[in-house]
Antibody, heavy 118, light 107 residues
Framework: EVQLVESGGGLVQPGRSMKLSCAAS????????MAWVCQAPKKGLEWVAT????????YYRDSVKGRFTISRDNAKSTLYLQMDSLRSEDTATYYC???????????WGQGVMVTVSS | DVQMTQSPSYLAASPGESVSISCKAS??????LAWYQEKPGKTNKLLIY???TLQSGTPSRFSGSGSGTDFTLTIRSLEPEDFAVYYC?????????FGSGTKLEIK
């Protein structure tokens, strides 16, 4: 059974950093691209970033370029999102998702809440 | 960026009825359109990808159609477990973008 379990969320002040993790199990992690998708309170879904199966390619939405870094450790079957220079508008639930070969998301985690506030 | 316009935002229906949800892209995305179901306490579920291909495990009462810019999700003979929020997502190009969602409620 595919499982994606996020951790590392919480309350953080504007301008500070936070690192999210996603532990994957139930599939061969290094065969799949992985992504982060967020959802602000009472809003819709927004794609944040994608990393290729081997970590060689990364893609970001414009609003997080230069501030967020997606990475992975295939030996640990873990996906990460390093979030720097956080802003109030980054407040959201962040979901880890397995990305299919054609760029849809076939499995999702339960999500982790990140609140950016002073 | 490809803007995805989903309608309606809210939809009320009774079990046994059929409903359709529309998703329009701001430019052609070929057939690269996915549909997801969001329910409280559950992980998001991929229903359909590439416009009309049912993900393994998706009941056959769900169907997807369309190409280019206009797409439709149809649910025939609604079951109680179908009342949820539905999102479309274009998977044709980066940045990947979602529709704003449709909340399907019991009438």
């Amino acid at each position: 059974e595919v499982q994606l379990v996020e951790s590392g969320g919480g309350l953080v002040q504007p301008g500070r950093s936070m690192k999210l993790s996603c532990a994957a199990s139930g599939f061969t992690f290094n065969n799949y691209d992985m992504a982060w998708v967020c959802q602000a309170p009472k809003k819709g879904l927004e794609w944040v970033a994608t990393i290729s199966y081997d970590g060689s390619s990364t893609y970001y939405r414009d609003s997080v370029k230069g501030r967020f870094t997606i990475s992975r450790d295939n030996a640990k079957s873990t996906l990460y999102l390093q979030m720097d220079s956080l802003r109030s508008e980054d407040t959201a639930t962040y979901y880890c998702a397995r990305q299919g070969r054609e760029w849809y998301f076939d499995y999702w985690g339960q999500g982790v809440m990140v609140t950016v506030s002073s | 960026d490809v803007q995805m316009t989903q309608s309606p935002s809210y939809l009320a229906a009774s079990p046994g009825e059929s409903v359709s949800i529309s998703c329009k892209a701001s430019k052609s995305i070929n057939t690269y359109l996915a549909w997801y179901q969001e329910k409280p306490g559950k992980t998001n579920k991929l229903l359909i990808y590439s416009g009309s291909t049912l993900q393994s495990g998706t009941p056959s009462r769900f169907s997807g159609s369309g190409s280019g810019t206009d797409f439709t999700l149809t649910i025939r003979s609604l079951e109680p477990e179908d009342f949820a929020v539905y999102y479309c997502q274009q998977h044709n190009e980066y940045p990947l973008t979602f529709g704003s969602g449709t909340k399907l409620e019991i009438k």
